[in-house]
């Protein structure tokens, strides 16, 4: 560990004088399989299985002096995916949609340990949903579009995830403190989510390209920490987008006003807890609204 980062914690009463001397050696052989038919000139069905492979290593900032916290396992998934491209209305429409399914054994997840974030292993978790997009070309200049999302993420066992701070209050075991998150959603997982489109293009009488794009996108709520403490729930929301732009006839210069997160809605992508104030939390946020002009020249 970073000793500089060591005296620091040690001197604030939360680390303990320690050194380790590890190293780590990994192989890994992650097959896949796919197959695809063709059942018509309109479709084209699909099926996949493979597995992954993510390496272990070393948590820097660990300070506990425990070497179960020092290193982590490397993580394994299980992926299988089941789906369909189609084309309907002779060709003027897209539709899309794949089940999927993915088991994790010794998921990697990154928990605050008061002080720093420790990464360790969760013993395993499934995540499993559809995803359906497609589009459709109304005429020669408009075009409608969307997708959506049916998610279903858990913990399939988990037995010693970190406590919430309320929870290590009551306790009073301090960060020994554990819960059992088995059966629990997984963070940054919202059940249900998507987006949906209307666009338009066209041309001037001098040949120049108009096109306008009006978008928005929709959110289920989720957690943004591991232990799914309630102060680090984002609630459901929407986001709209809008993008107009202009190019030349040659196609060598294009300008575009681009408008993100129209409703200025907050939403927040992470959040823990405050070191040395207990019951006090923060938060990273995503941009709020947004406007831009954009200026592009071909060469």
């Not at 013993?123 to 200049?141: C, F, P, W």
Request: glycine residues 10%; hydrophobic residues 35%.
């Amino acid at each position: 560990p970073n000793p500089q980062l060591g005296f620091f914690y040690g001197l604030a009463g939360f680390g303990v004088e320690h050194a380790f001397s590890r190293k780590r050696s990994e192989d890994n052989v992650s097959p896949s399989l796919s197959l695809q038919w063709d059942s018509s000139d309109e479709v084209t069905w699909y099926a996949s299985a493979a597995r992954g492979f993510k390496a272990g290593g070393f948590n820097e900032s660990e300070v506990s002096g425990e070497l179960a916290n020092f290193e982590f396992d490397n993580e394994e998934s299980t992926t299988f995916e089941l789906g369909a491209k189609t084309r309907l209305a002779n060709g003027a429409a897209r539709l899309d949609f794949a089940l999927f399914r993915t088991t994790f054994d010794d998921l990697q997840v990154s928990s605050f340990e008061g002080v720093s974030f420790i990464v360790g292993n969760a013993a395993r978790a499934v995540s499993q949903g559809l995803e359906v997009e497609g589009d459709y070309l109304l005429n020669d200049n408009w075009s409608l579009g969307g997708s959506f999302t049916v998610l279903d993420s858990t913990y399939d066992y988990f037995p010693d995830a970190n406590c919430t701070i309320a929870q290590t209050i009551a306790s009073g075991l301090g960060q020994a403190c554990t819960q059992d998150l088995s059966g629990m959603d997984t963070q940054y997982a919202p059940s249900k989510s998507g987006s949906i489109y209307l666009a338009w293009e066209g041309a001037t009488a001098a040949g120049h390209q108009l096109a306008a794009r009006f978008s928005a996108y929709h959110s289920d709520g989720f957690y943004i920490d591991q232990d799914l403490d309630r102060s680090e729930y984002q609630s459901a929301y929407q986001k709209y987008g809008l993008r107009l732009s202009w190019t030349s006839v040659d196609g060598d210069w294009s300008v575009a006003l681009i408008g993100k997160n129209l409703g200025d809605e907050i939403t927040r992508n992470h959040g823990s807890d405050v070191p040395l104030l207990d019951g006090v939390h923060y938060a990273t946020t995503d941009r709020p609204r947004s406007v831009a002009l954009q200026l592009r020249k071909n060469f």
